[in-house]
């Protein structure tokens, strides 16, 4: 089986690529190759159109994983997929997929500056949220200042690839306690924000802090005897 061709962990700021239809079902249409990311670690799957060379299009409403690394694309429902073969030109819905960049990359923020074990996230495009495993009180305007600081230092928001065997050694480096990265494919991606947050995400980010802009620290709720959920939003 094929895999899809990651274009959006290469290169997150691509808005659309060349691809062409692997097989269309009603699971969703497969492509050889694809800017949309497939929803997992809590950031949405994302939306757009698919667009042939003789103008037609097909709405993609969701993105999700399928198997052997397969990106599947979901359309509106009762639309008649686009045919194996065709050549097609994915294109983002980028205001909303730039929004969950940028609330993403917010969240790994959020993360160095409380430094407890993450237990679940979740990302939309207005706001966003962690789950620590903590009891500690957590202050609101604090942790805002703190965050804000990380933005406003624009720092550089980088990727690097390790091996299992590599990950296997620094098991410190995984702070998602609940979701553990994927295995068995050989290789990792590290996300890398300057010497602030290093840990292995497959989502997609800004390249420097400062594209985040300015966020604020919504509410603090307690889940439970030792979880804590902490909401942001763009401020
Ligand atoms: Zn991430």
């Not at 933005?151 to 480096?173: C, F, H, Y």
Request: one cysteine or more.
């Amino acid at each position: 089986m094929t895999a899809t061709v990651a274009v959006y962990q290469q290169d997150a700021y691509a808005r659309s690529c060349e691809a062409s239809v692997l097989e269309s079902g009603p699971d969703g249409v497969v492509l050889d190759r694809t800017v949309f990311y497939p929803l997992g670690g809590g950031q949405p799957g994302d939306t757009g159109l698919l667009e042939s060379g003789d103008g037609r299009t097909w709405r993609v409403v969701d993105t999700r994983k399928g198997e052997g690394g397969r990106v599947l694309h979901l359309l509106e429902p009762d639309t008649a997929p686009p045919e194996t073969g065709l050549a097609l030109t994915p294109a983002l819905d980028w205001d909303r997929r730039y929004a969950h960049m940028r609330m993403h990359s917010a969240l790994h923020l959020l993360g160095a500056v409380l430094r407890y074990g993450v237990t679940g996230g979740q990302i939309a495009a207005d706001k966003g949220r962690l789950d620590f495993d903590t009891q500690d009180e957590i202050d609101r305007d604090r942790v805002t200042a703190a965050v804000n600081a990380l933005v406003a230092a624009n720092l550089t928001v980088g990727s690097r690839w390790i091996t299992d065997e590599e990950l296997d050694r620094q098991p410190e480096l995984v702070r998602t306690m609940s979701v553990q990265p994927p295995r068995g494919v050989g290789r990792i991606r590290l996300l890398d924000i300057d010497g602030v947050d290093l840990q292995p995400c497959g989502g997609t980010h800004v390249k420097a802090t400062g594209e985040i802009g300015p966020v604020v620290v919504t509410k603090v709720e307690n889940k439970g005897k030792r979880n804590k959920r902490v909401y942001i939003a763009f401020a």
